[in-house]
């Protein structure tokens, strides 16, 4: 049986220390959906080693820009993901599917029942579907849709 009722990815950057996401994913039986977020950080308030950090990840990692003009706030964006998980929950599917750290952290700070499937040997080239990278990408590399799309495939 298959408890997860939902998947969750999430990419971003990590500047002091601190990770600050750039895109939610959602996913369950029901659709998905995909959200930028606004961590309200400015590139010129990160240090030079952050910055190189910064600009790696959106060459070559998951091609989104530090910056955006529009996007969700950090806490609507922790209200949709207990929205989307308390809609999908029933008494066979109760976790919440991600294969993140980053995501793993984010679930267990808002309390939901969660699956780490990376610690269970997932990877991205394990999953990874052919679905294009979302229009919040300027190059086009790994999007957290398709992580949701090849977790909830791989199961
Ligand atoms: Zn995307």
Not at 35 to 64: C, I, P, W
Request: neutral net charge; aromatic residues 10%; charged residues 25%.
């Amino acid at each position: 049986m298959d408890y997860c009722c939902c998947y969750i990815d999430v990419q971003g950057f990590y500047a002091n220390n601190v990770f600050y996401p750039r895109e939610y994913a959602v996913l369950s039986d029901h659709g998905a959906s995909v959200f930028s977020v606004d961590h309200e950080l400015k590139m010129d308030q990160l240090s030079a080693n952050d910055q190189r950090h910064v600009l790696y990840l959106t060459r070559r990692h998951h091609g989104l820009p530090f910056e955006v003009g529009k996007g969700a706030k950090i806490q609507s964006i922790n209200d949709i993901i207990i929205a989307f998980y308390e809609c999908n929950l029933d008494d066979d599917h109760f976790l919440a599917a991600c294969k993140s750290k980053e995501a793993e952290d984010k679930l267990r700070a808002l309390g939901i029942p969660r699956l780490n499937l990376g610690k269970l040997g997932a990877t991205w080239s394990g999953i990874k579907t052919r679905f294009e990278p979302c229009s919040l990408h300027v190059n086009p590399e790994k999007c957290s849709i398709d992580a949701v799309i090849g977790m909830k495939k791989s199961r």
